[in-house]
């Protein structure tokens, strides 16, 4: 139960980042949303670029800088 709370707080931080970097407002929910799916991008994104990050800040870093590009994608497909 401890690993998916502090994924969901790690998904909270990460989503509420991401927004105040890219100028969005999500919610709670939101924020949580973004920042899991963030965390999923990032460590693809991390993964691929042979970047490793470990630890409570690495796993938040991961997660914003996947979560920053999934807004910035989903920017583009709004726009279209």
């Known amino acids: ?3 998916l709370l502090g994924f969901v707080l790690v998904g909270l931080v990460a989503g ?3 927004g105040m970097l890219m100028k969005g407002r999500f919610g709670i929910i939101g ?3 973004v920042g899991i799916l963030g965390a999923v991008i ?3 994104v991390f993964e691929f670029l ?3 990050s ?6 938040i870093v991961t997660a914003t800088v996947g979560a920053v590009i999934l807004i910035f994608i989903l920017r ?3 726009r279209v």
């Open 76 to 78: 583009l497909f709004r």
């Open 54 to 59: 470990g630890g409570l800040l690495g796993a």
């Open 42 to 44: 990032g460590g693809y």
């Open 1 to 3: 139960m401890v690993g």
């Open 31 to 33: 924020d949580i949303v």
């Open 50 to 52: 042979g970047i490793s």
């Open 16 to 18: 509420w980042l991401a």
